[in-house]
């Protein structure tokens, strides 16, 4: 069959089919809700979709969600795809970026990536991109923006100040030890905010651990409930480019799962620590500042979005102004000012709106000079059933072979899985993923 040139953008991301945070998904909907081209999107969860062998697209745009762990989230299939399509132009955005960083820049290369978002200041863009691969534009990006349904919620959801039942909530998780010292931020702030509060007669619920985390709309009731929250910059302190720091970590810590951090940043973090951060503001702080709850931060830059004692209350990392912290807390009438000057600056304006964001990300594709034409009002959809004619199949086929995986996934933590792992490559040649084993 020829190939066919379909004006417009296709997005590839991923997405589990199950219970998970929103943002990935309010991203996605932006393109095609807020660009000027035709947009379609493709989640690799279900498979390659046979409809999209022959189709060449003007453009075509990785989301984030493919590369947060490795093996990337797309199966053989799509890399044929992609090494074949030597006429789009490819955009990468990028996230979690401090790991798995040579597989990250060998894709680059390989799939011709035409210009890189990134989560790193410009100033470091010499020291990674520019160094390591053929990329010819790398431009930052935030790690979310202010979407449609954000507004939305918080419209319906943010209660008036003196209801909200909960005085300072936080949910965060332990992360692993080779994202260096600043990774630990996420637990250190709600385990010593805890330890301080106590006998200061406030509503907290603050909590750390996987198994406490909130998704979906429960968590803008939750915060919504708040009348602040804890919260530090995202992203981590250690960039392991050579990917060499994370399986000398890994291998410290299965050999002793006690190992103290102190122990760890000495022998393997100290020489990279801090030297090429990403330390930037997530969608955590805009939901805040859409459900007008106060923000208690630890001191940063915020990549230059927040700004102290205007968006939110700085707490030192020391902890050596907790009690000026608590006595801003309690004066409602600082409180208020706060959340309303976050809510009109970050919210209101449109400033960091997902609309803004794509319409400049629009511009960057006409000006890179990739074959695009608006989208024409009424125009008939011919591209959508062509993707989409097998995706029953597809969907059906998916759930079989997570059932597999479910079945086979205990496995992976007998002693000798590696000496049977071949053997269950040749019996299970339906496996969807090759990640699966």
């Known amino acids: 069959m020829a190939v066919r040139n379909v004006n417009g953008i296709l997005l590839l991301y991923h997405h589990y089919l199950k219970a998970n945070a929103p943002t990935i998904m309010e991203y996605v909907n932006a393109f095609p809700r807020h660009s000027r081209f035709p947009v379609w999107a493709v989640n690799t969860e279900l498979g390659f979709p046979a409809g999209l062998e022959n189709l060449r697209f003007s453009v075509v745009v990785f989301h984030y969600s493919l590369f947060g762990m490795w093996p990337y989230k797309l199966n053989n299939k799509f890399y044929s795809y992609i090494a074949r399509d030597q006429s789009s132009y490819k955009v990468a955005i990028f996230q979690d970026e401090y790991h798995y960083c040579k597989p990250r820049f060998a894709f680059v290369d390989d799939a011709k990536i035409d210009l890189i978002y990134s989560c790193y200041e410009p100033k470091y863009f010499d020291e990674i991109y520019y160094k390591y691969t053929r990329v010819p534009r790398v431009v930052m990006a935030l790690t979310g923006y202010v979407s449609d349904e954000m507004v939305a919620l918080g419209q319906r959801l943010t209660v008036p100040f003196d209801q909200r039942s909960i005085d300072v909530s936080y949910r965060g998780r332990d992360l692993p030890f080779y994202m260096g010292r600043g990774a630990r931020e996420k637990t250190e702030i709600a385990r010593s905010f805890l330890a301080r ?241």
């Open 197 to 437: 509060s106590q006998g200061l007669d406030l509503k907290l619920d603050i909590q750390v651990g996987e198994d406490n985390r909130i998704y979906g709309e429960e968590w803008y009731r939750f915060l919504a409930n708040s009348k602040a929250v804890l919260g530090v910059e995202s992203g981590v302190s250690l960039s392991d480019f050579e990917d060499v720091v994370r399986p000398q970590v890994e291998q410290a810590v299965l050999k002793n799962p006690n190992i103290p951090f102190e122990e760890v940043y000495e022998k393997y973090l100290k020489p990279l620590d801090g030297k090429i951060p990403i330390r930037t503001i997530s969608p955590r702080h805009f939901e805040a500042a859409a459900l007008r709850v106060c923000q208690i931060l630890f001191e940063g830059e915020y990549a230059g979005v927040l700004q102290p004692m205007r968006h939110y209350i700085p707490l030192k990392k020391d902890f050596s102004n907790f009690d000026q912290v608590i006595a801003l807390l309690r004066d409602r009438d600082f409180c208020h000012q706060l959340v309303e000057t976050a809510y009109e600056e970050l919210i209101a304006s449109g400033k960091y709106s997902f609309m803004k964001f794509i319409q400049e990300f629009d511009d960057r594709l006409v000006e890179s000079g990739a074959r695009l034409e608006p989208a024409l009002p009424g125009q008939p959809d011919e591209i959508t059933p062509i993707l989409e004619a097998d995706l029953p199949l597809r969907k059906t086929l998916h759930l079989i072979r997570k059932s597999i995986y479910r079945m086979y996934q205990p496995l992976r933590n007998l002693p000798g899985y590696k000496y049977i792992k071949p053997y269950l490559k040749k019996i299970l040649p339906w496996r969807l993923y090759p990640w699966m084993l």
